[in-house]
């Protein structure tokens, strides 16, 4: 079955760096793409960045281009979230999908706080 394990997240002060990985299985993980999206508190779910399946392209929610980065691994069946310059308002949990099936993690907990 499908399984999406998120890993990476913690608490770190603004300004301050994490990678977040997410572990994917029980598909062919090189032929989708893949979005990261995180929930803060009493907010909606959003989505913060998607690539597609090569990895050749990349979007980005307005509010983290230039500070966050999304990757893949093919080979290792992974794909990153790269977060710098951290915000107090990043503070959410964040969670991997497989947009075209339908299928997220458990989700990581990231918070920015001094």
């Known amino acids: 079955q499908v399984q999406l394990v998120e890993s990476g997240g913690g608490l770190v002060q603004p300004g301050g760096s994490l990678r977040l990985s997410c572990a994917a299985s029980g598909f062919t993980f090189s032929s989708y793409g893949l979005t990261w999206y995180r929930q803060a508190p009493g907010k909606e779910r959003e989505l913060v960045a998607g690539i597609t399946s090569s990895g050749g392209r990349t979007n980005y929610t307005d509010s983290v281009k230039g500070r966050f980065t999304i990757s893949r691994d093919n080979a290792k069946n992974t794909v990153y979230l790269e977060m710098n310059s951290l915000k107090p308002e990043d503070t959410a949990v964040y969670y991997c999908?497989?947009?075209?099936?339908?299928?997220w993690g458990q989700g990581t907990q990231v918070t920015v706080s001094s």
């Open positions: 999908k497989v947009p075209r099936l339908g299928y």
